[in-house]
């Protein structure tokens, strides 16, 4: 079974400052893809950015970047610029392409900014 | 753009008592997933639907069941409710193009005296 890994529980970052977010997952599938999930106190789960696994470009959404590391099977996160609404904890997620697809969660990294 | 309505927001019930959680999907979205969140916990899946028919399942109690109507709506009835059913319950959606992402819905929050 695929599992993902996110092995700080809790980051801090001071405002305006770059943070960077760990993953790691295990698959033996070639075809896949993974996102970064933001869930903030309100607990909506917000989607962050996408990566699909065919892809060799890291993607990018603004402040959000991640380094996609397909042969280490890492996916990490960096946030730039870094902003008190960026305070919130970050599920990684894995889906296998085919199939239902049903998503994979880590255990999470709560993030906290400092002003 | 409209997205994904879960009602209720907030249910609380007591032991043994039975509980139905609705899920109005994206309109065009013929796909929806059911995950729950205990406290502190990551979202694990439960169960998902595409056009009506049941595509997966995970770890969910044979106390729940649920399904999708012909509206694409889905409902998750959990009975004989347990303290430790206590928890976020999120419905996604997703179109019909499997590349397409996930998208959720605010959560029910479920609490079980």
């Given at each position: 079974?695929?599992?993902?890994?996110?092995?700080?529980?809790?980051?801090?970052?001071?405002?305006?400052?770059?943070?960077?977010?760990?993953c790691?997952?295990?698959?033996?599938?070639s075809?896949?893809?993974?996102?970064?999930?933001?869930q903030?106190?309100?607990?909506?789960?917000i989607?962050?950015?996408?990566?699909?696994?065919?892809?060799?470009?890291?993607?990018?959404?603004?402040?959000?970047?991640?380094?996609?590391?397909?042969?280490?099977k890492?996916?990490?996160?960096?946030?730039?610029?870094?902003?008190?609404?960026?305070?919130?904890?970050?599920?990684?997620?894995?889906?296998?392409?085919?199939?239902?697809?049903?998503?994979?969660?880590?255990?999470?990294?709560?993030?906290?900014?400092?002003? | 753009?409209?997205?994904?309505?879960?009602?209720?927001?907030?249910?609380?019930?007591e032991?043994r008592e039975?509980?139905t959680?609705?899920?109005?999907?994206?309109?065009?979205?013929?796909?929806?997933?059911?995950?729950?969140?205990?406290?502190?916990?990551?979202?694990?899946?439960l169960i998902?639907?595409?056009?009506?028919?049941?595509s997966?399942?995970?770890?969910?109690?044979?106390?729940?069941?649920?399904q999708?109507?012909?509206?694409?709506?889905s409902?998750?009835?959990?009975s004989?409710?347990?303290?430790?059913?206590s928890?976020?319950?999120?419905?996604?959606?997703?179109?019909t193009?499997?590349?397409?992402?996930?998208?959720?819905?605010?959560?029910?929050?479920?609490?079980?005296?």
């Amino acid at each position: 079974a695929q599992t993902v890994t996110q092995s700080q529980p809790e980051m801090s970052v001071q405002e305006a400052e770059t943070v960077t977010l760990s993953c790691t997952y295990d698959t033996s599938e070639s075809d896949y893809y993974l996102f970064w999930y933001k869930q903030p106190p309100s607990r909506q789960m917000i989607l962050v950015i996408r990566q699909e696994a065919y892809k060799q470009q890291n993607a990018t959404e603004n402040r959000f970047s991640v380094n996609f590391q397909k042969a280490a099977k890492s996916f990490s996160l960096k946030i730039s610029d870094s902003q008190l609404g960026d305070a919130a904890m970050y599920f990684c997620a894995y889906i296998e392409v085919g199939g239902a697809q049903k998503l994979v969660f880590g255990q999470g990294t709560r993030l906290t900014i400092n002003p | 753009a409209a997205g994904v309505i879960q009602s209720p927001r907030h249910l609380i019930k007591e032991k043994r008592e039975t509980a139905t959680l609705k899920c109005y999907p994206i309109p065009r979205h013929d796909t929806v997933y059911w995950y729950q969140q205990g406290p502190g916990q990551d979202p694990q899946f439960l169960i998902s639907f595409y056009e009506k028919m049941q595509s997966d399942k995970g770890s969910i109690p044979d106390r729940f069941s649920a399904q999708q109507f012909s509206d694409y709506h889905s409902e998750l009835n959990m009975s004989s409710l347990e303290l430790g059913d206590s928890a976020l319950y999120f419905c996604a959606s997703r179109g019909t193009d499997p590349s397409e992402t996930q998208y959720f819905g605010p959560g029910t929050r479920l609490l079980v005296l």
